[in-house]
Each structure stands twice: as C-alpha cells, then as structure tokens.
C-alpha cells in the first residue's frame, strides 16, 4: 500500500501500465491504482473514468503524457513534490550551516566557506521521488546517490 504523503499516484499507475501490458486480463493492479487513487484523495474525473472503465490504452496515455511533461502530474503528486523539495533544501542548507560552523575557523573569525553544493535527499522520500525532480529540472542528479539544486536554483 503507498503512503500518500511520500508516494507518488504516477508511479501506481506507470507500473500498472507496465504490468497490464504483460499480463492484461490480472485485475490485481486495477485494484492497486483504485486504491491508490482513493488514498491520494485524487480528484482527476479523467483518472477515475480510465479506471473505472479499465482502458488500458487511455491509462497509457495518462502515463506517457506525466512523463513526456505533457498532463500535468495528479494533484496529489505535485503535493508530494513539493513537501520533497522543501525537505531537500531544508537538508541541504543544514549540511552547509553545520560544515560552515565546525571547529576551526577561529572564534574571531565568521565562520568557513564551504564547497559543498549536494547533498543525499532525505530517505523518507523513495527514489522515485527524486528522479521525478531530476527529469523536471528541479534537482540535478550525481553519482552516489547525491543530488544538488541546479544553477540558479
């Protein structure tokens, strides 16, 4: 079951995509967007009718167009977006006050600069998350699971 509050709706629904393409008459994961639908409390009439006539082919639609930027996300995800990138400068600006601060710059002095420009997002997000801030531009992605704000950004 998925957390709306850290999850994505478009993930429920690309992976039912996926499954469905594979295996098209499994009901199991029309139940799971139904029900990740109704716990995201997402009000798309659109999503709903897919759903509730089992068009895999509008469904794939929906997916295709969150992904190419075209639709924008369910309301429910731009939330969860949101609350994400909140928490990655939360943590990332807390990182760079803690480097700035340690011992050593002399107590007379302000403080270190420091280098550091990314950070690891906080966990409590899954990876999916992140990789959707990635391809909207909102975040850069490094090797080793850091991630830093674009310029400008």
């Keep these: 079951m998925i957390d709306p509050k850290m999850e994505l709706l478009s993930t429920v629904v690309v992976?039912?995509?996926?499954h469905l393409g594979q295996t098209p008459d499994d009901p199991a994961p029309w139940a799971e967007v139904e029900s990740a639908r109704t716990?995201?409390?997402d009000k798309d009439p659109e999503l709903a009718q897919v759903i509730a006539d089992r068009d895999l082919p509008a469904m794939k639609a929906l997916a295709e167009g969150w992904e190419a930027g075209k639709r924008l996300l369910?309301?429910?995800d731009r939330a969860v977006l949101k609350r994400a990138m909140k928490a990655f400068r939360k943590t990332l600006k807390v990182t760079i006050l803690m480097h700035e601060s340690s011992l050593g710059g002399g107590p007379l002095s302000s403080g270190r600069s420091t280098s550091i420009v990314g950070v690891q997002p906080p966990q409590r997000y899954?990876?999916?998350v992140w990789r959707e801030l990635v391809r909207q531009g909102r975040l850069v992605g490094n090797h080793g699971g850091t991630y830093e704000l674009p310029p400008g950004g």
Excluded at 15 to 18: D, F, L, S
């Design 15 to 18: 992976h039912a995509v996926v």
């Design 39 to 41: 716990l995201c409390e």
């Design 126 to 128: 899954p990876a999916p």
């Design 74 to 76: 369910p309301e429910s």
